[in-house]
């Protein structure tokens, strides 16, 4: 079975697609707006998913200009430099699915990666959905 034959049965969880010009500030207003999202994925002008932004990293990001002390160090100097944009922060590496996947393939993806969502792409790298590990499990199982 392939994601395909079963991706009408899945959830689609909400997710934000930002461009990676977008500053970090402005995606924080974003994510308070819309707090049941989880996943952050980062688009280029085409629409293709190019990165992802996890809320801790985000969370990170916005408070490291708090957290510094008025008396840096060279070694607390990095910390201290907060990021401008999506791009500064967004990792390039997205655990995504692809529709033509095996479902138990994709499950344990999943699981190795430790994630509860990914994004299913179609052949140009846009997401077509957002799927959770839990509805895929189902399907499975049943």
Known sequence: MIIKDVIDRLADYEYLKVPIELP??????????NRGIRSIYVEDNDGKVIGEVSLGRLINAVTAKRRCSARLS????????TPRHVRDIMDAKVISARLDEDVEDVLMRFIRSNIKEMPVLDQEGRIIKNIGVL????????
């Not at 060279?74 to 430099?81: D, E, H, Q, W, Y």
């Open 24 to 33: 970090v500030s402005r995606l924080k207003d974003l994510v308070l707006k």
């Open 74 to 81: 060279a070694r607390s100097l990095l910390s201290c430099i």
């Open 135 to 142: 509805d895929l499990w189902e399907v499975i199982e049943n």
